[in-house]
Nanobody
Framework: QVQLVESGGGLVQPGGSLRLSCATP????????MGWYRQSPGKQREMVAS???????NYADSVKGRFTISKDNAKNTVYLQMNSLKPEDTAVYYC??????????WGQGTQVTVSS
């Protein structure tokens, strides 16, 4: 059973910052595309950002210029730095590892709430 362990969520005021972390087994981290997804009540889960094994990044339009995905190869950890947070960023954020044609792996989710 592959475990992706997320941390770093919480409550932050609009305009603030948070950094999410996702610790991943090394066998997954080195080969899979890692990503962050989010889901808020009544909405579908959406991709926020992803980073390939070769460090190519991709972002949802709604977070471009505010969020940065990165990874630390020595720690097998992927990060999501979130700046200039808005109330609409409030959601449960999930870490994801995917490598076609295999089924993806998901973390348990971490709540991010942006509110004054």
């Amino acid at each position: 059973q592959v475990q992706l362990v997320e941390s770093g969520g919480g409550l932050v005021q609009p305009g603030g910052s948070l950094r999410l972390s996702c610790a991943t087994p090394g066998s997954i981290f080195s080969r899979y595309t890692m990503g962050w997804y989010r889901q808020s009540p009544g909405k579908q889960r959406e991709m926020v950002a992803s980073i390939t094994s070769g460090a190519t990044t991709n972002y949802a339009d709604s977070v471009k210029g505010r969020f940065t995905i990165s990874k630390d190869n020595a720690k097998n950890t992927v990060y999501l730095q979130m700046n200039s947070l808005k109330p609409e960023d409030t959601a449960v954020y999930y870490c994801n590892a995917r490598l076609l044609p295999f089924a993806p792996f998901w973390g348990q989710g971490t709540q991010v709430t942006v509110s004054s």
